[in-house]
């Protein structure tokens, strides 16, 4: 197969480190780029891992590239609202259209190959993924290229330590946190960035309906409303979180 030139899209976790090993074990002579989608929501400490790939990628010869976006706050400020599973417009605007103009402005006769780390042992939803793809819509058209479908966790594992790099015992951080965190991603977010969402949620304001616009839905959280009492959700026990439903405490009000 004669692949010139490879757009490797990476979040820089540990999947993305395998693409990167495994590129390089497999196609010399490629031209390869690794492409990092900058949301504006990564964690703080996840610049540092993006800089550590990037020197990886360069080290292989291969060209890091960073596409920027509107950013995750403006983008939740324009749209009204924050995105969320089924309306998640955050990967489309933040990931897919950036992508897919700076895609054309490098390769306009699409005849580059992209390249992506999925593992179908990653989950229920991915256990399906095909190796490739030969018209990827999201890619404008470009075949899509899936090399490590079949690859373990402990294959992966293996590719990350030959590429000189301990696997992460976290998921990437690019966004921080990602709106399809489950618990114990939210559990390591760190009090810092935990009141910067809230200071956002307040700033969201509230629905026609009359609700408060929070990042994660409370019916999906055992009723928790805002990032604070989400937080709390997490860090109880299966079942065990009790929503604060205590309301206005002035003396004022109820009774
Ligand atoms: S990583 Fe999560 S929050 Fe970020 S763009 Fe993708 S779905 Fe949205």
């Known amino acids: 197969m004669g692949i010139e030139t490879i757009y490797a899209f990476t979040s820089y976790g540990n999947d993305s480190i395998a693409l990167i090993q495994h590129l390089h074990e497999t196609r010399k002579g490629a031209k390869v780029y690794t492409v990092y989608s900058d949301t504006g929501w990564a964690a703080p400490e996840w610049i540092a891992r993006v800089e550590r790939a990037e020197e990886l990628a360069r080290s292989y010869s291969f060209e890091p590239v960073r596409i920027p976006s509107e950013g995750f706050v403006p983008l939740a400020i324009r749209k009204k609202g924050f995105p969320r599973n089924g309306m998640q417009f955050c990967t489309t605007e933040l990931k897919v259209l950036p992508a897919q103009r700076w895609l054309d402005s490098v390769d306009p006769d699409r005849e580059g190959t ?13 256990a399906l993924w095909p190796e490739w793809t030969e018209d990827s819509d999201k890619h404008g058209g470009r075949p899509l290229w899936a090399p490590l479908v079949r690859v373990t966790t402990e294959q992966r594992d293996a590719m990350i330590r030959r590429a000189g790099l301990e696997p992460l015992p976290h998921r990437s951080r690019e966004c921080s946190p990602c709106i399809n965190s489950n618990r114990a991603d939210l559990r390591e977010l760190s009090d810092e960035r935990v009141e910067q969402i809230a200071t956002l949620e307040a700033q969201m304001g509230w629905t026609s309906e009359g609700k408060p616009r929070t990042l994660f839905r409370p019916y999906r959280h055992q009723g928790a409303v805002g990032i604070r009492e989400v937080v709390r959700w997490a860090h109880s026990e299966r079942g065990a979180y009790d929503p604060d439903t205590s309301g206005c405490d002035s003396g004022f009000c109820g009774g």
């Open 114 to 126: 992209c390249a992506v780390g999925v593992r179908r042992e990653e989950s229920r939803a991915r």
